[in-house]
């Protein structure tokens, strides 16, 4: 039996979504792994100390350390467990979450160097951060995508009498929030009959900024908080079209999520999302921060119900390839 001790940010019960340490977590303890998680403290301080503490406190029973590795403030949690486990001898593999991490590999490479040159393995969730980090110079890479369980997702074919706008993530600057708006306002301004709702919980402040955003351009949008994942498919019934505004990304599950239930997608071209959506195949990738190329986008799909179904269906394809029965390979034999 292989023993891990998962280090992230396991925060659902604070009222943030649920990241990759309760999700892929769940999936390889079903799978037969045993599995230790920190930490849930809200404090980051104190979440730093709780992770460092899982770490000695398991260090005799841990086959492997996995490390959630973003390229912000969480970058250095994952530094100093790193340094951790060298000292300790325990083999640790970064998961390589944030969208920005090429960024931060060019800004702090010693650091970076530090902790992935001494990883056991670091695991791309995209071929997009996988190239990246080859192209600097690092060779332990593994591409294992972020996946989803497919069965919990039925396709359904969409109409476009009416633009219904989708849009789910964490209210963060780094996803650009605001854009979501500026774009319902464009529709109107140009007299298309349009909706949109935004689902997600608040990250840094960004979720009353666009509820001022909304207020001041006089527009009407839902906002529902945080809800379920089986709240928010149920939701997604009522919509036409997903629209993905970050001006960062790697791989987000919330528009693999919207390919798997027929959702058309029009993303911004950024981060690893060239390498989950086929531009006009499976989606629709246009420029960041750019409120008259989305519209033009959402045009195109107004134009022919059946062109756009085709591109969901495709979509639903690609979908099934990231299904957690086809994915779960890859983790059984890295860590086996």
């Known amino acids: 039996m292989t023993n891990l001790l998962y280090i992230g940010n396991k925060l659902s019960n604070k009222g943030k979504n649920k990241t990759s340490i309760e999700t892929l977590g769940k999936l390889l303890e079903i799978e037969g792994f045993t599995i230790k998680t920190s930490s849930s403290k809200s404090n980051k301080l104190l979440r730093m100390f709780d992770m460092i503490y899982h770490v000695i406190k398991f260090k005799n029973r841990t086959d492997f350390v996995l490390i959630d590795t ?9 530094l100093v467990v ?26 702090s490479p010693k650091l970076s160097r530090a902790i992935f040159n001494h990883a056991y393995k670091n695991i791309a969730p995209s071929e997009y951060i996988q190239s990246n980090f080859e192209d600097l110079g690092y060779h332990n890479i593994v591409c294992i995508p972020n996946s989803i369980e497919i069965s919990n997702y039925v396709f359904q074919e969409r109409s476009f009498y009416k633009v219904k706008l989708l849009w789910v993530r964490s209210f963060s600057k780094i ?14 301004d140009i007299n298309i009959e349009a909706e949109l709702c935004m689902v997600g919980p608040d990250s840094d402040g960004s979720m009353q900024e666009a509820m001022d955003c909304a207020k001041e351009l006089k527009i009407e949008i839902t906002f529902t908080g945080k809800l379920s994942k089986e709240a928010w498919i149920e939701l997604s019934k009522d919509y036409n079209i997903f629209i993905n505004t970050t001006n960062f990304d790697n791989m987000p599950v919330s528009v693999m999520e919207a390919m798997a239930l027929g959702l058309p997608v029009i993303s911004t071209n950024v981060g690893g999302m060239p390498f989950l959506i086929e531009n006009g195949l499976t989606g629709i990738l246009v420029e960041p921060d750019s409120v008259e190329v989305f519209i033009k986008a959402i045009k195109e799909l107004l134009k022919s119900s059946k062109k756009s179904n085709i591109m969901a269906v495709n979509a639903r394809k690609k979908a099934e390839q990231l299904d957690w029965n086809v994915v779960k390979k890859a983790w059984n034999k890295v860590l086996k």
């Open 70 to 78: 973003y390229s912000t403030v969480n970058f250095y949690y994952a």
């Open 82 to 107: 790193s340094q951790l486990c060298r000292f300790l001898k325990l083999k640790y593999m970064s998961i390589l979450r944030g969208g920005n991490l090429p960024v931060r590999l060019k800004k």
């Open 175 to 188: 996803y650009n929030p605001l854009l979501a708006i500026k774009i319902l306002k464009g529709l109107k």
